[in-house]
Protein backbone atom coordinates (compact mmCIF):
# COMPACT_ATOMS: atom_id res chain seq x y z
CA UNK A 1 0.00 0.00 0.00
CA UNK A 2 1.25 3.17 -0.71
CA UNK A 3 1.38 6.25 1.67
CA UNK A 4 -0.98 8.14 -0.56
CA UNK A 5 -3.97 5.26 -0.08
CA UNK A 6 -2.70 5.21 3.60
CA UNK A 7 -3.29 8.74 4.22
CA UNK A 8 -6.78 8.33 2.45
CA UNK A 9 -7.97 5.49 4.75
CA UNK A 10 -6.67 6.91 7.34
CA UNK A 11 -9.02 10.25 6.50
CA UNK A 12 -11.99 8.27 5.86
CA UNK A 13 -11.63 6.37 9.03
CA UNK A 14 -11.54 9.93 10.65
CA UNK A 15 -14.45 10.94 8.87
CA UNK A 16 -16.04 7.82 10.04
CA UNK A 17 -15.65 7.66 13.53
CA UNK A 18 -16.70 11.68 13.64
CA UNK A 19 -19.90 10.42 12.01
CA UNK A 20 -20.64 7.94 14.67
CA UNK A 21 -19.86 9.83 17.26
CA UNK A 22 -22.41 12.47 15.63
CA UNK A 23 -20.44 15.41 15.12
CA UNK A 24 -21.09 15.53 11.33
CA UNK A 25 -23.40 18.02 9.09
CA UNK A 26 -24.25 16.45 6.05
CA UNK A 27 -24.35 18.99 2.81
CA UNK A 28 -26.32 17.16 -0.35
CA UNK A 29 -26.25 18.75 -3.56
CA UNK A 30 -27.61 17.08 -6.80
CA UNK A 31 -25.15 15.05 -7.02
CA UNK A 32 -27.18 12.75 -4.61
CA UNK A 33 -30.00 12.86 -7.08
CA UNK A 34 -28.49 12.30 -10.31
CA UNK A 35 -27.81 9.03 -9.20
CA UNK A 36 -31.36 8.96 -9.28
CA UNK A 37 -32.16 9.89 -12.57
CA UNK A 38 -32.78 13.62 -11.53
CA UNK A 39 -31.50 16.20 -13.58
CA UNK A 40 -28.23 18.01 -12.44
CA UNK A 41 -28.38 22.10 -12.42
CA UNK A 42 -27.34 22.68 -15.77
CA UNK A 43 -29.82 20.46 -17.31
CA UNK A 44 -32.32 21.37 -15.45
CA UNK A 45 -31.65 25.08 -16.87
CA UNK A 46 -31.79 23.49 -20.30
CA UNK A 47 -34.86 21.49 -19.76
CA UNK A 48 -36.33 25.02 -18.61
CA UNK A 49 -35.33 26.95 -21.83
CA UNK A 50 -36.38 24.36 -24.36
CA UNK A 51 -40.24 23.84 -22.63
CA UNK A 52 -40.23 28.01 -22.53
CA UNK A 53 -38.73 28.95 -26.16
CA UNK A 54 -39.78 32.87 -25.81
CA UNK A 55 -37.37 32.99 -22.60
CA UNK A 56 -33.39 34.62 -23.50
CA UNK A 57 -31.75 31.25 -24.40
CA UNK A 58 -28.30 33.00 -23.35
CA UNK A 59 -28.66 32.99 -20.07
CA UNK A 60 -26.90 30.22 -18.30
CA UNK A 61 -27.86 30.34 -14.48
CA UNK A 62 -30.90 28.46 -13.06
CA UNK A 63 -32.42 31.45 -11.07
CA UNK A 64 -31.75 33.82 -13.60
CA UNK A 65 -33.41 31.77 -16.30
CA UNK A 66 -36.03 31.15 -13.89
CA UNK A 67 -36.35 34.67 -13.38
CA UNK A 68 -36.84 35.59 -17.08
CA UNK A 69 -39.06 33.08 -17.69
CA UNK A 70 -41.62 34.24 -15.41
CA UNK A 71 -41.23 37.76 -16.55
CA UNK A 72 -41.60 36.68 -19.85
CA UNK A 73 -45.51 36.75 -21.36
CA UNK A 74 -47.25 34.22 -21.51
CA UNK A 75 -45.14 32.70 -19.26
CA UNK A 76 -45.97 32.54 -14.98
CA UNK A 77 -44.65 31.20 -12.22
CA UNK A 78 -47.34 28.30 -11.62
CA UNK A 79 -46.17 26.94 -14.90
CA UNK A 80 -42.78 26.97 -14.28
CA UNK A 81 -43.67 25.22 -10.81
CA UNK A 82 -45.38 23.00 -12.99
CA UNK A 83 -42.83 22.17 -15.00
CA UNK A 84 -39.89 21.41 -12.26
CA UNK A 85 -41.89 19.49 -10.35
CA UNK A 86 -43.13 17.17 -12.73
CA UNK A 87 -39.30 16.38 -13.63
CA UNK A 88 -38.81 16.07 -9.81
CA UNK A 89 -42.16 14.39 -8.31
CA UNK A 90 -41.25 11.16 -10.26
CA UNK A 91 -37.93 10.42 -8.74
CA UNK A 92 -36.97 7.38 -5.91
CA UNK A 93 -34.99 6.97 -3.46
CA UNK A 94 -32.12 4.70 -4.40
CA UNK A 95 -29.64 2.54 -2.04
CA UNK A 96 -26.91 4.80 -1.23
CA UNK A 97 -29.73 6.99 0.08
CA UNK A 98 -31.48 4.45 2.07
CA UNK A 99 -27.48 3.57 3.44
CA UNK A 100 -27.70 7.55 4.36
CA UNK A 101 -30.47 6.63 7.36
CA UNK A 102 -28.22 4.51 9.05
CA UNK A 103 -25.95 7.12 10.44
CA UNK A 104 -25.95 9.30 13.58
CA UNK A 105 -25.94 12.64 11.38
CA UNK A 106 -25.90 15.77 13.52
CA UNK A 107 -27.77 17.68 10.81
CA UNK A 108 -28.76 16.98 6.99
CA UNK A 109 -28.70 20.43 4.56
CA UNK A 110 -29.49 20.34 0.94
CA UNK A 111 -29.60 22.64 -1.97
CA UNK A 112 -32.22 19.50 -3.81
CA UNK A 113 -35.61 20.95 -4.43
CA UNK A 114 -36.92 16.94 -4.30
CA UNK A 115 -38.07 14.97 -1.46
CA UNK A 116 -35.81 11.75 -1.97
CA UNK A 117 -34.44 12.26 1.50
CA UNK A 118 -37.75 12.14 3.01
CA UNK A 119 -38.41 9.43 1.10
CA UNK A 120 -35.13 7.32 1.90
CA UNK A 121 -35.97 7.90 6.06
CA UNK A 122 -39.75 7.05 5.57
CA UNK A 123 -38.82 3.40 3.76
CA UNK A 124 -35.46 2.65 5.34
CA UNK A 125 -36.79 -0.27 7.42
CA UNK A 126 -33.31 0.15 9.65
CA UNK A 127 -33.04 3.95 9.73
CA UNK A 128 -31.04 5.22 13.38
CA UNK A 129 -33.68 7.83 13.52
CA UNK A 130 -36.37 9.27 12.30
CA UNK A 131 -36.54 12.68 10.07
CA UNK A 132 -37.55 15.92 10.28
CA UNK A 133 -37.65 18.06 7.30
CA UNK A 134 -37.16 22.29 8.02
CA UNK A 135 -38.66 24.13 4.81
CA UNK A 136 -39.80 27.17 6.11
CA UNK A 137 -38.60 29.91 8.25
CA UNK A 138 -41.07 29.81 11.10
CA UNK A 139 -39.33 26.98 13.31
CA UNK A 140 -37.82 26.15 16.74
CA UNK A 141 -34.94 23.56 17.50
CA UNK A 142 -32.92 22.90 20.20
CA UNK A 143 -29.59 22.16 19.07
CA UNK A 144 -29.51 19.75 21.86
CA UNK A 145 -32.50 17.55 20.87
CA UNK A 146 -30.38 14.35 19.08
CA UNK A 147 -33.63 12.58 18.84
CA UNK A 148 -34.23 12.98 14.95
CA UNK A 149 -32.28 14.06 12.27
CA UNK A 150 -32.78 17.85 10.99
CA UNK A 151 -33.10 18.27 7.04
CA UNK A 152 -32.94 21.37 6.45
CA UNK A 153 -34.05 22.62 2.73
CA UNK A 154 -32.21 25.81 1.78
CA UNK A 155 -33.51 26.12 -1.61
CA UNK A 156 -37.36 24.90 -0.22
CA UNK A 157 -39.14 21.67 -1.84
CA UNK A 158 -41.25 20.74 -4.42
CA UNK A 159 -43.88 19.40 -1.62
CA UNK A 160 -44.33 23.02 -0.55
CA UNK A 161 -45.75 24.60 -4.15
CA UNK A 162 -47.92 26.93 -3.73
CA UNK A 163 -47.54 27.98 0.25
CA UNK A 164 -46.99 30.89 1.31
CA UNK A 165 -42.93 29.57 2.85
CA UNK A 166 -40.81 26.57 1.77
CA UNK A 167 -41.58 27.15 -1.92
CA UNK A 168 -39.04 25.84 -4.81
CA UNK A 169 -36.65 28.42 -4.58
CA UNK A 170 -36.64 29.17 -8.32
CA UNK A 171 -36.36 32.37 -9.53
CA UNK A 172 -33.82 35.29 -8.56
CA UNK A 173 -36.54 36.93 -6.57
CA UNK A 174 -37.71 33.94 -4.86
CA UNK A 175 -33.90 33.88 -3.65
CA UNK A 176 -33.86 37.21 -2.44
CA UNK A 177 -37.23 36.79 -0.52
CA UNK A 178 -35.76 33.68 0.98
CA UNK A 179 -32.72 35.56 2.78
CA UNK A 180 -33.93 35.40 6.08
CA UNK A 181 -34.72 31.68 5.87
CA UNK A 182 -31.38 31.10 4.84
CA UNK A 183 -29.92 32.92 7.61
CA UNK A 184 -31.99 31.25 10.12
CA UNK A 185 -30.51 28.13 8.82
CA UNK A 186 -27.18 28.96 9.12
CA UNK A 187 -27.26 30.73 12.50
CA UNK A 188 -28.87 26.74 13.40
CA UNK A 189 -25.51 25.14 11.66
CA UNK A 190 -23.25 27.67 13.76
CA UNK A 191 -25.15 26.76 16.89
CA UNK A 192 -23.85 22.92 16.36
CA UNK A 193 -20.20 23.67 16.20
CA UNK A 194 -19.47 20.40 14.23
CA UNK A 195 -17.31 20.00 10.97
CA UNK A 196 -19.07 19.64 7.46
CA UNK A 197 -18.69 17.21 5.07
CA UNK A 198 -19.88 17.52 1.56
CA UNK A 199 -20.90 14.54 0.21
CA UNK A 200 -20.20 14.28 -4.04
CA UNK A 201 -21.77 12.10 -7.01
CA UNK A 202 -19.29 9.81 -6.98
CA UNK A 203 -19.52 9.54 -3.10
CA UNK A 204 -23.00 8.29 -3.43
CA UNK A 205 -22.50 5.77 -6.08
CA UNK A 206 -19.60 4.14 -4.24
CA UNK A 207 -21.58 4.30 -0.98
Known sequence: MTQTEKNKQSHLAE??????????VLFLGAGCSTVEGGPSGDELADMIKKQFPKS???L???????????????YDQQQLEDFVVGKLDSLKPGQSH???????????????YDNLIELAYQLAPKK???CYPIRTTDFSINPADRSRVYLFKTMGCI?????GDGYPILTRSDYNSAMKRRSKYLSYL???GTEPFFLSAIAARTE
Do not use: H
Request: proline share 4%.
Open 190 to 192: ISL
Open 15 to 24: ILEKIQEGRV
Open 56 to 58: QQN
Open 60 to 74: NNLLDICQDVVDTPP
Open 159 to 163: TNRGQ
Open 128 to 130: LKS
Open 98 to 112: LCMTKYDWAALFTTN
